[in-house]
């Protein structure tokens, strides 16, 4: 059995300052969301009222398209939205192909 030397401090203050700018991404991105997508504001909220996982930003859902299942995008109106979003995690993915 391997044992894991407990982080340091150093390296859980690194760890904490990147989950605080995180969440104020996050924050930025919900303010941002509530106009372009106001129709998921329901599942923001619900995950708000919830509680939020403000130790660990990077377990929270950020209801981009691609969170919602085929039938649930439709109903909300996502589609297009989806498909913006398959175009850019495609440019990425060939971004990231390139630099091999």
């Known amino acids: 059995m ?7 401090p150093a390296l859980l203050s690194e760890i904490q300052a990147r989950r605080d700018k995180l969440t104020s991404q996050i924050d930025k991105w919900q303010d941002t969301q509530k106009i372009v ?14 509680g939020r996982a403000t130790n660990t930003p990077e377990e ?3 209801y ?5 299942g085929e ?4 109903l909300l109106d996502l589609v297009i939205l989806g498909e913006y979003e398959r175009r850019i995690l495609e440019g990425a993915a060939c971004d990231v192909i390139r630099s091999l």
Request: aromatic share 4%; no cysteine; charged share 30%.
């Open 71 to 74: 039938r649930e995008r439709t």
């Open 2 to 8: 391997k044992h894991h030397k407990d982080p340091s």
């Open 60 to 62: 929270e859902i950020l």
């Open 37 to 50: 997508m106001p129709q998921v504001g329901d599942h923001v909220l619900k995950q708000s009222v919830q």
């Open 64 to 68: 981009i398209p691609s969170d919602f």
